[in-house]
């Protein structure tokens, strides 16, 4: 039986994790990426490039997405060179950005009518979990999606969750996952920053935090780097006025107050405003630092 | 040798729990209470009791105060019948009130003034916590403070934070923890009321966000709470309102903005003016819901 065929759509430091991934499960990977220099690194990790669109998904069982948004997404479907009707009739098209589940439904609508499946399947585990193949996917789609898009899950995912067979509900879901975890990592630079003006040892209270009533799982991931003062983007702050502004316009559009989200995306476009959206996220500690005269550790 | 003798001021939720672990732990345990029900709950228990604090205390080779805030921390030490002076010469207060950090240092520096010592040993961990002889206290004060409380730190306690040497750091770390779970305990709210508006199944928001990057230990046991319609007390709301007033006011204090931890605030203000007050802190859910229209589980 010949390996599945995955045809990988950005090859981003999430895209490209995750194409090797599933080249390391077995299946036969092809990617594209806008730039050359992306491709060249999947080359170089032994996968197949292709030098357009059509010719990645012309014989593709699936198709992963790794844009950034929604209007990428409906650009690499719909556009100009969109794959909605050069991708074979019945493969798979898995949309991993975050989006609002309006659209993702739409989309996928949109798609299905044409012969093809959309899942919705937004993701989480950063850089390390594209990695390692080691994702959590947040999927809906029908049953058909799901049974065409499998190798590509299992290869790419380490937790998959199904949460139905309406499109949008995956997306319904990352959204929740991002609204908490942006809240989070701000609290924890608010936290870390009243810490320092307290005059307490803050490599302390990352130990003591971390194992009492006020730890997160953002607390403990993003603190180490407040502690070693290396802010190098692992997640930038970027990300978040992005997911925390789908968030909220999500939120509004549903007639839905959200205060504490809407606070939090404030922090993150302080960060922006300060020179710090492409520097790591939990740079939202340095807005209270340069605003009350804080030290914080340098790397 | 005469077993350690323990006096407990205070004997609600938190207070009979520590003083009949400190029972448990062999320790000869008087306590006192305004109320003579809670009064009576310690002596059912196997303690000893005492009619009036100087009773109390007169004999007591450590004192644990485990009353609502730094005013009456205030009262018992200082007030008419407080045991500053009652107190045998030597023996060491331990005050596990949550405040303000310059208040436990104020304090502090008055008793030791008179030969007595004090330990800034605020605690988390609930009603479980103080059941179970397995409370966290984030404690600071001098080594002889710290060395005349470890009979009853190990007996209350399971994980002793030593915070050096300076009453208010145990108080200034309990106050980053609170802004935590403060912050975290609204976010679960506003996430979960959210998902109801989106459509999504809470039983499995719970169980994709506890294992994603939105987690958080807040999250994980208070969500359990929305999803049984369980609004009773393990934590009030007022507890909130009041622990995140004396962050803020400190923060103020120091000039600090801490608008996350304002804007939490805010939202156990909005379920105490809906008449929760003496409901779970869950119950900031109940905010949103009754606003936008949304069906919670009921009990």
């Known amino acids: 039986m010949a390996a599945t065929r995955v045809g990988v759509i950005g090859l981003g430091s999430m895209g490209l994790g995750m194409a090797v991934s599933a080249l390391k499960a077995g299946l036969a ?26 010719l990645l998904v012309e014989e593709a069982d699936i198709v992963v997405s790794v844009v950034v948004n929604a209007a990428q997404t409906e650009a690499v479907l719909f556009g100009d060179q969109g794959v909605a009707e050069t991708m074979p009739d019945g493969a798979v098209f898995i949309s991993c950005a975050t989006m609002a589940p309006k659209r993702a439904a739409e989309m996928a609508a949109r ?50 969750y199904r949460l139905g067979d309406a499109a949008g509900r995956g997306s319904s879901m990352k959204l929740i996952n991002q609204l908490l ?75 839905f107050p959200a205060p504490l989200a809407g606070n939090a995306l404030q922090a993150y476009l302080m960060a922006e405003a300060a020179g710090m959206a492409g520097d790591n996220d939990s740079s939202v500690v340095r807005v209270y630092a340069k605003l009350a005269g804080l030290d914080l550790p340098q790397s």
Not at 33 to 51: H, N, T
């Open 181 to 255: 975890v942006g809240v989070h990592i701000a609290a924890a630079g608010e936290a870390m920053a009243m810490a320092a003006k307290l005059g307490l040892d803050l490599e302390e209270v990352y130990e003591v935090i971390s194992n009492s009533a006020g730890a997160s799982w953002a607390f403990c991931d993003r603190v180490p780097s407040i502690l070693s003062g290396d802010y190098s983007p692992k997640s930038a702050v970027s990300i978040f006025t992005k997911d925390l502004g789908i968030v909220l316009d999500t939120a509004r559009a549903e007639g």
């Open 29 to 54: 990977v092809t990617g594209f990426d806008l730039s050359a220099e992306r491709r060249k690194a999947l080359a170089g990790a032994g996968g197949q490039v292709a030098e357009s669109l059509s």
């Open 111 to 160: 798609l299905e009518a044409g012969g093809r499946h959309y899942l919705d399947a937004p993701m989480s585990g950063g850089t390390t979990g594209a990695n390692a193949g080691a994702l959590t996917f947040m999927a809906s789609g029908s049953p058909d999606a799901f049974e065409r898009a499998e190798p590509a899950l299992q290869a790419m995912g380490e937790k998959i």
